[in-house]
């Protein structure tokens, strides 16, 4: 029989060509997703290395050589896919003495990872004097002390950013804005003065510059620019507040579109914010999670069958909430498709997993053909947040994971047993 000719239509929802149709059928580069689901078994998250790349390379398009591009490792903290942002030129954006650890399981250099977070233990804030990282983001004031006293201990120069808080409301749902007015993150501007001069007095600290993380899934560009303004004239109202300053750091936070809309234009961000940072010698440092690895994953789920509520339809499937939170904790819409195209008219389900919770849902009044047991379900945009923020609850083993590269499909982890579950809990054995 003659080969199909090997048309590619792009598949609805997918943010990148990397996923794609061939044969009514969704593929991730090379390789179809039923394949993967037949090799690994669900639930699968299946990671694209195509559009990692593609992703990095815009990016890095944008914002110019000189930016640092920091990748946010909460996102998705894989070694292999951490080595693979490496490759690309990535640094790192840790908030975790964890993921430091990570970072030096992976071989992984730690010249270009900064570290930031609202509270850290001191035991992370000695690794990472120890480790040599790029720069410490500073939030909490309390921290300086312990900061400078582990610079001293270690006699190494310490950079920090000093993370404001421009009271900038952006990004989706309210639990992933960081940058309003009383979140606990970053340091008001009206208390940031003192900070720089505690800073300034510090031997073993130097302020290298300014950070801003304004929240997740923003995607207008005003934001972004209101903050730099807002930092901006914080900046030009005493000189110690620019001596020795060299970068902005406008955190992450990029969008990207989950089917609907448009993702944040980063090459608008990049052409609002450069000229200004030129303007001073400073440079650019990104911290991209999402933007990065959230289009580059799907989770594979399986259909475990149907049932009719009197007013609800749902699509049972062996994907759950401990497997990917997000629709739970923020209510977020990932589009869902179909692996293997139906043309039968679809309708609207709620898409369910089955741990015990109402609230472990995929999607709800979302439209779906008809299916069946042992049917396929791609849900897309979930390289970000999906495997990280994975539980074993209801004593769930977590996903296995693949990382598709061209025709190459590489497990990069692998499905927790039954028996690893349980392997750190002490059994008293009392009857
Ligand atoms: C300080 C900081 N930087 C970067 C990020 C990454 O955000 P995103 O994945 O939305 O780019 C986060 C997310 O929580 C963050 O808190």
């Not at 790029?134 to 312990?146: C, H, I, N, R």
């Not at 109202?237 to 993702?263: E, K, M, N, Q």
């Not at 475990?304 to 904790?329: C, S, Y």
Request: net charge neutral.
């Amino acid at each position: 029989m003659p080969r199909m000719p090997d048309a590619r239509t792009p598949c609805p929802g997918a943010g990148t060509s990397a996923f794609h149709l061939r044969h009514g059928e969704v593929w991730c580069e090379a390789v179809p997703l039923r394949e993967l689901a037949r090799r690994f078994g669900t639930p699968l998250y299946v990671y694209s290395q195509a559009a990692l790349a593609e992703r990095f390379a815009v990016l890095r398009a944008a914002f110019g050589a000189d930016a640092q591009i920091c990748y946010a490792v909460k996102a998705n903290p894989n070694l292999t896919l951490l080595r693979r942002l490496h490759a690309l030129g990535t640094g790192f954006d840790l908030v975790s003495g964890g993921e430091l650890r990570r970072l030096q399981a992976a071989g992984l250099p730690t010249a270009r990872a900064v570290f930031a977070g609202v509270a850290k233990q001191a035991w992370e804030i000695e690794a990472a004097v120890a480790a040599g990282i790029l720069f410490f983001v500073v939030e909490t004031p309390a921290e300086l002390p312990l900061l400078a006293g582990a610079a001293a201990a270690a006699r190494r120069r310490v950079r920090v950013a000093l993370r404001l808080n421009p009271g900038v409301a952006a990004g989706g749902h309210a639990y992933i804005r960081t940058a309003s007015t009383d979140t606990k993150f970053g340091v008001d501007l009206g208390a940031a003065g003192a900070v720089v001069e505690a800073i300034a007095r510090e031997p073993w600290l130097e302020l290298c510059g300014y950070h801003v993380h304004l929240g997740s899934q923003v995607r207008e560009v005003a934001p972004y620019a209101e903050a730099l303004e807002r930092v901006l004239a914080f900046v030009d109202a005493a000189p110690v507040r620019r001596d020795g300053v060299t970068c902005y750091d406008l955190g992450g936070g990029f969008g990207i579109a989950y089917g609907t809309g448009a993702p944040l234009d980063v090459h608008a961000v990049a052409a609002a914010l450069r000229p200004a940072l030129a303007a001073r010698g400073w440079s650019p440092v990104l911290e991209p999670g999402r933007y990065l690895i959230g289009d580059a994953g799907v989770l594979l789920t399986e259909v475990l069958g149907e049932k009719q509520q009197p007013r609800t339809t749902f699509v049972l499937v062996d994907a759950a909430m401990n497997d990917l939170l997000r629709p739970a904790l923020y209510q977020a819409e990932h589009p869902i498709v179909p692996v293997v195209a139906d043309p039968a008219p679809p309708r609207p389900v709620d898409v369910v997993g089955p741990v015990c919770e109402t609230g472990d849902f995929l999607a709800r009044g979302r439209m779906l053909p008809p299916c069946r047991r042992g049917d396929l379900l791609a849900v897309l945009g979930a390289g970000a947040y999906g495997a990280s923020m994975a539980s074993t609850y209801n004593s769930r083993r977590r996903p296995a994971e693949v990382l598709v590269d061209g025709e190459r499909v590489a497990l990069v982890r692998r499905r927790e047993t039954f028996a690893e579950l349980f392997a750190d809990e002490i059994d008293l054995h009392e009857d």
